[in-house]
């Protein structure tokens, strides 16, 4: 299933509506903490690696949980938030052993965490940080195992984000964002199949992109902007897939000089994929060689309340879901020149499809 691409010229200049979102290249509106969601996206990385968060105010809070599919004027959603704290701080000082501050394991009211997280540097703030993460976990993990039990099939839910996802690009477009195209498609059975002959894991769990969005914006200098709204208005930075980033187009060097200051990981640089010219993570084999894109994968969170049993959110059950899906993010130019020769999707298919046959027509090998 292909949504139709949407190639109609925006306009040149935001709209009043548009907010300190959309700024121009120079990256003078990127917090500390967008920074740091970007470097995340761009490097493959676990939020579970950062030592501390950047937010400033109650509003990035919201904002953060909004993304998450949480609202603390939902009395639902603060039980929620209530009942995971409680089973992280369990897990923190039953399991693993370690000591948690009365403040942190209960008093301090839960809007205040994030920012507690964000504060200086010390035991309370690293405990902050700590519980969070283990939030973060558990929460994913109830997630998974709910979309398990709901008598859905993956193209109604797939269907709730379609809908989701192309609103606010369409939001977006109205604000001015230079979007060029965008379209999304899902993954054909044939598709699904010839990526797990190519895959040393053959599980089907292990397929992201079954859900894709495509989006091409007027200019490489649009790019980071663009990123910076899709993590603001679409995507949960906590929950892009680590590991699963490819980028062979924005410079994180660059990135890096926009802000003195930046977000250290335990692993730090470890965590990019392997790198080519210019610190850009390498790119697919079956790919031209000047082949150019980002691309990352994210779990994207779905209420799902309408579909839940009578009385089920009045006996303290979530109702959210995760649904994974792939992102390519280029600018026309590099669009344009990666249907080229070598680069083109044909040749791309062409490259896998022989590829499998290889694989499927092996011999053994001789003694």
């Not at 309408?306 to 879901?321: E, F, N, Q, Y």
């Amino acid at each position: 299933m292909t949504g139709k691409p949407d190639n109609r010229e925006p306009p040149l200049r935001a709209g009043p509506d548009s907010g300190p979102l959309w700024q121009g290249s120079n990256g003078t509106e990127l917090s500390l903490q967008d920074i740091g969601e970007i470097q995340l996206l761009l490097r493959g990385q676990s939020v579970i690696d950062w030592h501390r968060l950047a937010l400033s105010s109650e509003a990035d809070v919201r904002r953060l949980l909004s993304l998450n599919a949480l609202d603390l004027g939902d009395a639902g959603d603060c039980e929620r938030l209530a009942e995971l704290r409680q089973q992280a701080v369990r897990y923190i000082v039953e399991v693993l052993k370690l000591r948690l501050d009365e403040s942190v394991a209960e008093r301090t009211p839960w809007v205040q965490i994030p920012l507690l997280a964000s504060g200086k540097a010390g035991p309370q703030q690293r405990q902050a940080c700590m519980l969070l993460k283990v939030m973060h976990i558990i929460h994913h993990l109830d997630a998974r195992e709910l979309r398990t039990t709901l008598a859905i099939s993956d193209n109604d839910i797939f269907s709730l984000v379609e809908e989701s996802v192309t609103r606010m690009f369409d939001e977006l477009r109205t604000a001015g964002v230079p979007v060029v195209e965008f379209s999304w498609s899902r993954k054909t059975k044939e598709s699904q199949v010839t990526k797990l002959l190519l895959k040393k894991e053959t599980s089907a769990a292990r397929v992201f992109d079954r859900l894709r969005f495509r989006l091409i914006v007027r200019h490489a200098a649009d790019l980071v902007p663009t990123l910076r709204i899709l993590l603001h208005r679409c995507i949960p930075f906590n929950y892009v897939v680590p590991g699963q980033t490819v980028n062979t187009l924005i410079d994180l060097a660059s990135l890096k000089a926009l802000h003195d200051d930046g977000f250290d990981t335990e692993d730090g640089a470890a965590a990019v994929a392997p790198a080519g010219p210019a610190g850009l993570a390498g790119a697919n084999e079956f790919s031209g060689q000047s082949f150019r894109l980002l691309n990352f994968i994210a779990d994207l969170p779905v209420r799902v309340d309408s579909l839940l049993p009578p009385g089920a959110r009045a006996d303290g059950k979530h109702c959210v879901v995760f649904v994974t899906a792939e992102f390519q993010i280029m600018d026309k130019g590099t669009a344009e020149a990666n249907e080229q020769g070598d680069n083109s999707h044909t040749q791309y298919k062409h490259r896998q499809h022989q590829h499998v046959r290889v694989r499927l027509l092996r011999e053994p090998r001789k003694p």
